[in-house]
T-cell receptor, first 115, second 115 residues
Framework: AQSVTQLDSHVSVSEGTPVLLRCNYS??????LFWYVQHPNKGLQLLLK??????LVKGINGFEAEFKKSETSFHLTKPSAHMSDAAEYFC?????????????FGRGTSLIVHP | NAGVTQTPKFQVLKTGQSMTLQCAQD?????MSWYRQDPGMGLRLIHY???????DQGEVPNGYNVSRSTTEDFPLRLLSAAPSQTSVYFC??????????????FGPGTRLTVT
């Protein structure tokens, strides 16, 4: 069975300061992990993905995430927040349990960026 | 490519009415899924399909039916709408990007209100 926990429902930062959105996962198999972003009243867009290659994954808009198996974490970071980063972020885990790759979504973290 | 399209964008139903939410993709993806998004709950899988003629239940299938007669289309039917089905519905299509990682592409969503 797989599960994912986003540790913060809201994160508030000032423009220009670093962003850290935390995600822990549980998986019985080698997981694939994703971060998606959802801007207000929009669909979800893939930010980045981990698929058992490099553990440090770079995505769009300056975001990156590091897969840490020992800590079962896949935290999303960005060195300097921009106002346009304000959105909802979802961490997603997918593995081969049950013979298919059905993804499980975290409950989301709302990123608020202050000027 | 239009990607994933959904119609309608907004819908208001009375309790007991039925309707079909339409979803189409033009990327020749095998997998298609329907999710509902409720505040604080992330996205929950309703039904999914791994190819034309094959569908299966997700986490919250009660009150919904699906069919997949073509690769492109995956409609979601509400048989008898209930206020608990008030939500935002997202359709997604996906392909394997290697090593079992199914990267998903999302439609813009349908906002449904049941009174």
């Amino acid at each position: 069975a797989q599960s994912v926990t986003q540790l913060d429902s809201h994160v508030s930062v000032s423009e220009g300061t670093p962003v850290l959105l935390r995600c822990n996962y549980s998986s019985s198999y080698s997981p694939s992990l994703f971060w998606y972003v959802q801007h207000p009243n929009k669909g979800l867009q893939l930010l980045l993905k981990y698929t058992s290659a490099a553990t440090l994954v770079k995505g769009i808009n300056g975001f990156e995430a590091e897969f840490k198996k020992s800590e079962t974490s896949f935290h999303l970071t960005k060195p300097s927040a921009h106002m346009s980063d304000a959105a909802e972020y979802f961490c997603v885990v997918s593995d081969a349990s049950g013979g298919s790759y059905i993804p499980t979504f975290g409950r989301g973290t709302s990123l608020i960026v202050h000027p | 490519n239009a990607g994933v399209t959904q119609t309608p964008k907004f819908q208001v139903l009375k309790t007991g009415q039925s309707m079909t939410l339409q979803c189409a993709q033009d990327m020749n993806h095998e997998y298609m899924s329907w999710y509902r998004q409720d505040p604080g709950m992330g996205l929950r899988l309703i039904h999914y399909s791994v190819g034309a003629g094959i569908t299966d239940q997700g986490e919250v299938p009660n009150g919904y039916n699906v069919s997949r007669s073509t690769t492109e289309d995956f409609p979601l039917r509400l048989l008898s709408a209930a206020p608990s089905q008030t939500s935002v519905y997202f359709c997604a299509s996906s392909y394997s990007s290697g090593q079992g990682a199914y990267e998903q592409y999302f439609g813009p969503g349908t906002r449904l209100t049941v009174t």
